[in-house]
């Protein structure tokens, strides 16, 4: 066995059929990231069906609406997050590759420190900076008190998200895709379940609507980051673990970001993109806010699954690349291209099929949205 077996052999990686194990690992990471995508899905559907109470009408719409304003933000909190753990995946699994275990150890524990920094940041965001955002996108003081009550919760407690996706990314970085799964289907679940009891206020829980919706939210993905931490720490036996690895490293950052940097652009631009087009849609009427917001909680459905492919596809390469083995690196290029678009044209013939059933379920009300201005 010549070097490169033996350093492939360490990891399924580097040994197994490139085709079969980029469908082992992507199948758990596409529903991870559908599962993700069903996040802002449930609390649409449920927000959308808040009562009416203390004078105002149309609660739901309106709710609806506020979760559409405050959205763009939560993009970019992913988008930070996501970037950052496309960086340490890439950069860990090659160093996998190559063996260099001290240096694994360091880009799992700077990860773990930027995406404590990161948190930081998007706390002090929800201290001071909602109100100011949200009057960039609406006048209306309804929707306005909505969206700062939704968002500054999603904010201050955002740890959960920015911690579940570096978690995620290293354990898919060593090829056990599974473990996040099964920690994306627990804060999934909790959260559909927690949303209807905290929003409607059921076995004696007081209503809380719309902040029942956020905190649904961040207490599903509370649950999701403890458990990848969990498995994390006590499945990625390839990671050495210690407080001296979370001291920040100069090159190690720059590794990280050298790859991570262009994936938060990407998810960040999406994010600007949704923020320009509220505000435009906003000077035509508050329905159209609504409607566009819906529609893009549901396309999310089909881009999160390319999304989950791709984080598939990188540590595969990564650690071929690493390894040495050029015959698996454009193995792993062709064979991810073509299940990409299988996975785009399937999800472009199901939205096309589904579309009205999709959009029933994302919003279901008797009464038809009307013009709120």
Not at 131 to 147: A, E, F, H
Not at 217 to 238: D, P, R
Request: hydrophobic fraction near 50%.
């Amino acid at each position: 066995m010549n070097q490169e077996e033996q350093k492939g052999s360490m990891n399924k990686m580097g040994s197994e059929k490139v085709s079969k194990v980029m469908l082992s690992m992507g199948i758990p990471i596409i529903l991870s990231m559908v599962l993700q995508a069903c996040y802002n899905i449930v609390d649409s559907m449920f927000v959308a069906r808040i009562p009416d109470a203390d004078g105002i009408i149309h609660a739901g719409e309106y709710a609806v609406n506020a979760l559409t304003l405050a959205f763009p933000v939560q993009m970019l909190v992913v988008a930070f997050g996501i970037g950052t753990g496309v960086g340490v995946n890439a950069l860990l699994s090659r160093m996998l590759g190559e063996n260099k275990k001290e240096k694994v150890a360091y880009v799992a524990g700077n990860g773990v420190t930027l995406g404590l920094i990161i948190y930081v940041v998007f706390f002090n965001f929800g201290l001071f900076g909602i109100d100011l955002y949200l009057k960039t996108q609406t006048t209306n003081p309804v929707i306005l008190d909505m969206g700062n009550t939704y968002l500054k919760i999603c904010t201050l407690a955002c740890i959960g998200m920015v911690m579940f996706a570096i978690y995620e990314k290293m354990l898919q970085a060593t090829g056990k895709s599974i473990y996040s799964t099964i920690a994306m289907i627990l804060g999934a679940v909790m959260n559909i379940i927690l949303d209807p009891i905290l929003i409607f206020g059921y076995f004696g829980l007081p209503s809380m609507g719309i902040a029942g919706a956020a905190y649904a939210t961040v207490i599903g993905q509370v649950a999701s980051w403890l458990l990848a931490m969990y498995f994390h720490y006590g499945k990625n036996k390839e990671v050495m673990h210690g407080l001296r690895y979370l001291k920040l490293k100069k090159n190690v950052i720059k590794d990280i970001y050298v790859i991570g940097f262009p994936a938060i652009i990407m998810q960040a631009l999406m994010s600007f993109m949704t923020y320009g087009v509220n505000i435009i849609f906003g000077a035509v009427s508050t329905a159209a806010v609504t409607a566009y917001g819906i529609f893009y909680k549901i396309q999310q459905f089909i881009f999160f699954a390319g999304f989950g492919l791709r984080d598939a596809i990188t540590p595969i390469i990564s650690f071929n690349y690493g390894m040495g083995s050029k015959k698996r690196v454009k193995e792993g290029i062709r064979y991810g291209l073509i299940y990409v678009e299988i996975i785009m044209i399937a999800g472009i013939l199901l939205i096309q099929v589904f579309a009205g059933p999709l959009l029933h379920l994302s919003y279901c009300r008797e009464q038809r949205i009307i013009p709120l201005k």
